[in-house]
């Protein structure tokens, strides 16, 4: 077993960083101070391995909202294919592909065998709490994987005039309330802190024991003083680590977090335990 699971990876390749982000990207990448860079599968594998991390790598398809090309689950299936002691897959669909995203989801879970589906409400341009995509979480639910939701700012198209035309609104956390509610078997994962609804994030973990959150796309150091203090106490077994490779290096993340004041037991839940009991790791067989 590695020392940790970073539950939120991207694929820092051409397919994903090039090809499906264009200006998007450009624009993160600029917004958070790092020079746009393309790996291959077998860098970020190394990458990972020599951290002696697992790597959730998500999918990508915002092709509706975006017109650009998607990451296939195929993809990122070929991707853990090649690298199973490092990587783990979660599918993405575009919810507003209807029936074809409901079977879509159901390919990349049974036959694909990827582990989790990831939506960006941003880029997706939807609210997850709009019942036309209710049987989507239903789907999800049945097929018994979790759900991550991007939550808060995004790095996507921010810095510039118009935001590239992306809209913050569908990140906001209590749309996500509406659907744990609603789905209490869904395991549910606001990714990143929720900046500027960090409280309001909290609180939907804290009512409802099928929301999780990930801490990845900031410096642990600049973690807002409340997510801090429940990470430590009450929400200890619901807090992941993630980094949003390569948005984020995991090598960083993985240094400030030494550097902040959680008690040893909350530390290994965060960087290890409370992932690999969400992603079944030890009945797993693959
Ligand atoms: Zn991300």
């Known amino acids: 077993m590695p020392r940790a699971i970073d539950m939120h990876v991207h694929p820092g390749t051409q397919e994903y960083v090039i090809d499906a982000g264009a200006e998007l990207h450009r624009h993160a990448f600029e917004y958070l101070g790092r020079k746009l860079e393309v790996e291959t599968g077998a860098e970020m594998a190394a990458l990972y391995r020599r951290l002696d991390i697992m790597g959730v790598v ?5 092709e509706t909202a975006t017109g650009l090309p998607r990451v296939s689950n195929d993809y990122v299936a070929g991707l853990v294919r090649e690298f199973p002691d490092v990587f783990i897959g979660f599918a993405s669909v575009d919810p507003w592909k209807g029936k074809w995203a409901l079977k879509e989801v159901e390919r990349a ?7 989790g589906v990831k939506f960006q409400p941003i880029a997706q341009a939807f609210y997850p709490n709009d019942r036309r995509f209710y049987p989507l979480w239903a789907e999800c639910a049945r097929l018994g994987v979790p759900v991550v939701f991007h939550v808060g700012i ?5 810095g510039v005039r118009g935001g590239d035309g992306l809209h913050l609104k569908y990140a ?4 996500l309330d509406d659907v744990a509610a609603d789905f209490p078997e869904l395991t549910i994962i606001g990714a990143h802190p929720a900046w500027p609804w960090q409280d309001e994030m ?3 973990a804290l009512h409802k024991t099928n929301v999780y959150f990930d801490l990845s796309g900031w410096s642990p150091k600049y973690f807002p003083p409340s997510l801090l203090r429940y990470t430590n ?17 995991p090598e960083r993340w993985l240094r400030d977090f030494e550097t ?6 909350v530390r290994e839940k965060v960087l290890f335990t409370n992932a690999r009991k969400l992603l079944r790791l030890d009945e797993a067989s693959r």
């Open 58 to 62: 998500f999918a990508w398809d915002a």
């Open 109 to 115: 879970i049974v036959e694909l065998g990827l582990r």
């Open 154 to 158: 995004t790095g996507l198209g921010a």
């Open 172 to 175: 906001q956390p209590l749309h």
């Open 202 to 204: 909290l609180a939907i």
């Open 233 to 249: 106490s009450l929400l200890q077994d619901r807090a992941l680590f993630g980094s949003d490779y390569p948005f984020f290096s």
């Open 260 to 265: 902040i004041d959680l008690k040893p037991e």
